[in-house]
C-alpha cells in the first residue's frame, strides 16, 4: 500500500483550515492488529490521527447517506463509486462532498493470514512495502501482502477512483481479470448441488444484519426484513428465512453493489456473501452493459429500461 | 403421489392478461384448473418478494404475465418489469431456489384468449413435470 | 475448602464418553476456521485445545431462537385452539471446557432472567440441569481483559468442576455438589493432595498475562448522568454500524424479541435475540422512538454494559472480559478504550 497516511493528514488539515469542509472522514489506527477505525476529524489537531493502509477496508461511503453539512472523504476505487450510487440515488449532493481520491492496491484479508498460521494469534502486524510482518508470542512470519488480499480485491478492476476532487497518489495500473470465474463454477452445477451449495452457505447465518448494516447501499429507514404488513420472512435462524433475507438483500443492491467486501469482512462468521452479489452483478453487466457507479450520466439499471432490453426469462 | 395436482399462482396484469383470461373463459377454451390468478395492475407492480413468497408458501409454480413490451397499459410498467424479471429468473436459477420449470412468464395481450390458454397448458405441463414443491418451503420455524 | 483431582490426559477420550452415557454434551468443537460449542457425538469431536469460542456459549441456555408456545386451529386437532407450551429438552447437559469468563457472564445473566420474582422458566430449567466443567485459560488472547473484570482466567465463578491443564493430565477442582456427582459417572481420578503448587504458579503465569483494561470501580463512582452526557459519546459512535454483531457474540447481552408466526392453521411464538443496536429495537406502537440516533443506541449499550449494571446490582459490570465484541467489530469500536475513557471521565461530583 502506498503510504497515503501523510497525504491524506496533510489534505484534511488544509481543507480543516481553510473551513472547505466542516469534518474529513477517514481512518484511525486500530486498537487490534488489522484493523483501523473509521473516524471524523473535526479539527486539524484530530485530522493528525488519520492512517491509511491495507487494513481500510470497510466502505466510508457508508457514512454519507443523509448526511448534513460539508464533508471530505477518503475514497478507493469502489468506495468513490459507491459514492456515485449515493449522489443518483440523492442521499447527498455533490456540493457537500469532497472527495479525497485513493488509488487502491487492495485490502489485507486477516481471515486469510490467520488460516495461515494455523491458530497462532497475531498481536502485532505491520505493512512494509509489499509485505506484512505478522508476530504473536513467540513467532514471527512475512507474508506477502499480494497473495493476502480480500476476494473482492484480488478481482479488483477499478482500484483508481471515478470521482474525485483530489487524487493523493499516482494512478495503480487496472487488471484484466474473470471477475467471475467462482459464480460460473456455480452456475455449472445441477440444480440440486446449488440448491445445497447455498443451503450450506448461509447455515452459520446468526442474522445479525451486520453484512446490511456495513454496506453503503443499504440505508433504507425501514429494511424489508423489519416490514410487518405483510411480513415477508420471519426474524429467526430458520433456514428458508435466512436464505431468503440473503437472497433479497443481494437482489435490493443489484446493479448498485460495487463489490467492496464491506459486507463480507463486517461478517462475525465469516458467510461468504459475496457469492450472492457477484452473480447479479455479473447478469447485469451482461444483459445491459452496465457497472455500478462509473458513471453520473446512466440510471441504475433497475430505474431505466431501453427497448431492446433482453428477455431471456420467456420461454 | 399419483392424485396430487399442482398449484400454481399467476400473477397477471389487469389490462392484457387477465383479460386474456377472461377471454379464454368466455370462449370455453379448456386448459388445466390449477392456476389460481392474482390480478395487479401492471406487471410493473410485481416485486420479486411475492413470488418468493408464493414459493416460500409451497406453490409448486409461479407465472407471471403482462402486455406486451411497448403496449403496457401504463406505457413503461412492463418496460421496467422486464428487467427485474430477467435478474429474478437469473438469480432464483443460481440459487437453486426455483428448479427449472417451476417459474414462467409471458406477454400476454387482452385478445390472445388461444395464447393464454395455451400458456396455461404449457405452464401446468412444465410443473408437472418438476413435481411437487419440496424445498424451500416456511411452514414452522425450524429452530430450537 | 474444593477438592482436586488428577486425570490423565490419555484417559479423557473414556471420561468423556462415560459422561455422553449419562449427559448430553456440549463442548467446543472445530468448525471450519474456528470452534463453536456443540453437541458431541462422539469424544473425539471434542477440542480443548482451543482459545475461545467465537460465539459465546449464552446459546445454550438462551438460544438464537427458541419456540415458546403453539397452536392449531386444524379441524381434525382434539387439541384445536389450545396453546400449549412448546416442549423442550431438559435432560441433563453437561457443558465441558466453557473458561471462566463465559462461566461467569451467565450468573451475570441470573440478574435478568432468574430473579426474586421474575424467572425464565426454561433459562432457570436449563441452568438448573446443566453442568458446568470449565477450563482454566493458560493463554489468554490478546483481546481478553477478564482481570479488569472481576473475572479471571482461572476464576470459579459460575463453574461446577474447574480443570487446569497439568501438561500430562487434567486436575480438576470440585466446586459443587452437582460438579462432584456428575465426575462421579467417570473414573480415572486420583485425588491431589500435594504438588498443588505447579499449579498456582500457572494461574499467576495467566493472570499476569491478561492485559489490563480499565476500572469498573473509576465509573461506578462516577455521577451517571455526567458520564451519559459526556460530549465523547460522539466520537465514540461515529464509527459504529449498528450492526449488532458486538451484542450477538456476547455473553452477557441478554435482549431478545418475540415473534408470532402463523402457517395455515397453526401458529407459534417465537424467542430470539435482538439487539440494542437495532433502530427498531425501541420503536414504540406510536411511532416514537426514545432512541432514534446512533449516538443514543452506541451509548446506551456501553452505559448499560458498564454504569447501569454496576448501579442497579452493585456487584461489577455486565461484561467477562471475554473480548469477543473488539474481535467481531467490524469497525473496531474498541469497549477497553470506552471503558478507559468513561473511567477518565471528568466529573464536577462524585456519585
Redesign the interface.
Known amino acids: 500500500m502506498q503510504p497515503y497516511s501523510e497525504s491524506i493528514r496533510e489534505a484534511a488539515k488544509r481543507l480543516l483550515l481553510e473551513k472547505r469542509v466542516d469534518a474529513v472522514i477517514g481512518f484511525r489506527k486500530g486498537t487490534v492488529p488489522f484493523m483501523n477505525e473509521p473516524f471524523l476529524a473535526r479539527t486539524p489537531e484530530q485530522a493528525d490521527q488519520l492512517v491509511w493502509d491495507g487494513n481500510c477496508a470497510i466502505n466510508l461511503a457508508n457514512y454519507l447517506p443523509k448526511r448534513t453539512g460539508s464533508v471530505a472523504i477518503a475514497a478507493k476505487g469502489c468506495d468513490s463509486r459507491s459514492i456515485v450510487i449515493h449522489l443518483l440515488e440523492n442521499q447527498i449532493r455533490r456540493e457537500q462532498l469532497y472527495v479525497l481520491g485513493i488509488p487502491c492496491q487492495g485490502m489485507t484479508d486477516k481471515r486469510k493470514i490467520a488460516d495461515r498460521l494455523n491458530g497462532r494469534q497475531v498481536l502485532q502486524a505491520e505493512e512494509n512495502g509489499g509485505k506484512v510482518l505478522v508476530s504473536g508470542r513467540d513467532f514471527e512470519q512475512s507474508f506477502e501482502r499480494a497473495e493476502f488480499l480480500q476476494q473482492n480485491c484480488a478481482i479488483c478492476t477499478h482500484k483508481n477512483p471515478v470521482l474525485y476532487d483530489e487524487l493523493l497518489g499516482q494512478p495503480v495500473e487496472e487488471q484484466q481479470i474473470d471477475r467471475y470465474e467462482q459464480?460460473s463454477k456455480?452456475?455449472s452445477?445441477l440444480?440440486?448441488?446449488?440448491?445445497?451449495?447455498?443451503d450450506e452457505l448461509v447455515q452459520p447465518c446468526i442474522r445479525c444484519y451486520a453484512c446490511r448494516n456495513a454496506c453503503p447501499a443499504c440505508y433504507c429507514p425501514t429494511c424489508?426484513v423489519d416490514e410487518s404488513k405483510?411480513q415477508?420472512?420471519?426474524k429467526?435462524?430458520?433456514?428458508?428465512?435466512t436464505?431468503?433475507f440473503h437472497?433479497?438483500r443481494?437482489?435490493h443492491v443489484?446493479g448498485r453493489c460495487t463489490d467492496c467486501g464491506s459486507c463480507e469482512r463486517a461478517c462475525p462468521v465469516g458467510i461468504k456473501v459475496r457469492l450472492?452479489t457477484m452473480?447479479?452483478e455479473k447478469?447485469?453487466k451482461k444483459?445491459?452493459g452496465y457497472e455500478a457507479g462509473m458513471t453520473q450520466d446512466e440510471r441504475p439499471?433497475?430505474?431505466?429500461?431501453r427497448?431492446d432490453?433482453?428477455?431471456?426469462?420467456?420461454g | 403421489m399419483s392424485d396430487w395436482e399442482p398449484k400454481i399462482i399467476a400473477f397477471l396484469c389487469n389490462w392484457c392478461s387477465y383479460g386474456a383470461a377472461d377471454l379464454a373463459g368466455v370462449s370455453r377454451f379448456q386448459y388445466p384448473p390449477n392456476i389460481r390468478i392474482i390480478r395487479v395492475p401492471c406487471s410493473g407492480r410485481i416485486n420479486?418478494?411475492f413470488i418468493?413468497?408464493a414459493l416460500?408458501h409451497g406453490v409448486d409454480g409461479v407465472w407471471v404475465s403482462g402486455c406486451h413490451?411497448?403496449d403496457c397499459h401504463y406505457i413503461?410498467g412492463n418496460?421496467?418489469a422486464?428487467?427485474?424479471?430477467?435478474?429474478?429468473?437469473?438469480?432464483l436459477?443460481?440459487?437453486?431456489?426455483a428448479?427449472?420449470g417451476r417459474?414462467h412468464?409471458?406477454?400476454i395481450s387482452s385478445a390472445e384468449g388461444t395464447k393464454f390458454a395455451e400458456m396455461a397448458r404449457r405452464v401446468v405441463e412444465s410443473v408437472v413435470a418438476a413435481g411437487p414443491a419440496q424445498?424451500?418451503?416456511?411452514?414452522?420455524?425450524?429452530?430450537? | 475448602m474444593s477438592d482436586i483431582y488428577y486425570n490423565a490426559k490419555e484417559n479423557f477420550a473414556g471420561v468423556i464418553e462415560r459422561l455422553m452415557g449419562r449427559y448430553r454434551v456440549y463442548a467446543p468443537v472445530k468448525q471450519d476456521r474456528c470452534h463453536e460449542f456443540a453437541p458431541l457425538r462422539n469424544a473425539e469431536e471434542a477440542d480443548l485445545g482451543f482459545s475461545n469460542t467465537r460465539l459465546s456459549p449464552k446459546g445454550l441456555f438462551h438460544?438464537?431462537?427458541?419456540?415458546m408456545f403453539?397452536y392449531s386451529l386444524a379441524n381434525d386437532d382434539p387439541q384445536a385452539g389450545i396453546v400449549k407450551e412448546a416442549q423442550?429438552d431438559f435432560s441433563p447437559r453437561v457443558v465441558l471446557g466453557v473458561r471462566p469468563c463465559d462461566a461467569k457472564a451467565f450468573d451475570l445473566d441470573d440478574a435478568n432472567f432468574n430473579t426474586e420474582t421474575i424467572k425464565d422458566p426454561w433459562w432457570v430449567r436449563r441452568r438448573e440441569t446443566t453442568t458446568m466443567i470449565g477450563l482454566a485459560c493458560d493463554s489468554p488472547c490478546s483481546t481478553c481483559f477478564c482481570t479488569s473484570m472481576g473475572s479471571g482466567p482461572y476464576d470459579t465463578a459460575g463453574l461446577d468442576v474447574l480443570l487446569v491443564d497439568a501438561g500430562e493430565g487434567y486436575a480438576a477442582e470440585v466446586l459443587s455438589e452437582k460438579g462432584k456427582n456428575t465426575l462421579s459417572v467417570t473414573s480415572g481420578w486420583t485425588p491431589v493432595t500435594s504438588a498443588i503448587l505447579p499449579l498456582t504458579h500457572k494461574k499467576k503465569a495467566a493472570e499476569q498475562s491478561v492485559g489490563i483494561a480499565f476500572d469498573p470501580a473509576a465509573i461506578a463512582k462516577k455521577q451517571m448522568l455526567e458520564l451519559y452526557n459526556s460530549p465523547t459519546w460522539e466520537e465514540v459512535q461515529f464509527a459504529c454500524i449498528n450492526c449488532g454483531a458486538c451484542t450477538f457474540v456476547c455473553p452477557t447481552c441478554w435482549c431478545f424479541d418475540i415473534q408470532d408466526?402463523v402457517?395455515?392453521d397453526?401458529g407459534?411464538r417465537?424467542r430470539?435475540w435482538d439487539s440494542c443496536m437495532f433502530p427498531l429495537f425501541t420503536l414504540h406502537g406510536s411511532g416514537h422512538n426514545p432512541r432514534s440516533q446512533k449516538t443514543q443506541r452506541v451509548r446506551q449499550r456501553f452505559m448499560h454494559k458498564l454504569k447501569y449494571y454496576q448501579d442497579k446490582y452493585n456487584s461489577g459490570p455486565a461484561c467477562v472480559g471475554c473480548g469477543r465484541c473488539v474481535q467481531a467489530c467490524p469497525v473496531n469500536i474498541d469497549i477497553r478504550q470506552v471503558g478507559r475513557q468513561m473511567a477518565a471521565q471528568t466529573c464536577s461530583q462524585p456519585a
Not at chain 1, 191 to 198: A, G, V, W
Not at chain 2, 82 to 91: D, E, I, N, V
Not at chain 2, 93 to 97: K, P
Open positions: 459464480t456455480i452456475e452445477m440444480p440440486e448441488q446449488k440448491r445445497l451449495y447455498f424489508f405483510p415477508w420472512l420471519g429467526t435462524t430458520d433456514p428458508t428465512d436464505l431468503t437472497f433479497l443481494a437482489f443489484a450472492f452473480e447479479l447478469q447485469v444483459l445491459y439499471p433497475l430505474d431505466a429500461f427497448s432490453d433482453p428477455e431471456p426469462f420467456l | 420479486p418478494k418468493l413468497a416460500r413490451p411497448g413503461e418496460l421496467y422486464r428487467r427485474k424479471f430477467a435478474l429474478l429468473k437469473s438469480q436459477d443460481y440459487t437453486g431456489i428448479e427449472p417459474l412468464f409471458s406477454w424445498h424451500f418451503i416456511k411452514k414452522q420455524a425450524e429452530v430450537a | 438460544p438464537q431462537a427458541e419456540r403453539e423442550k408466526e402457517c395455515g397453526k407459534e417465537l430470539l
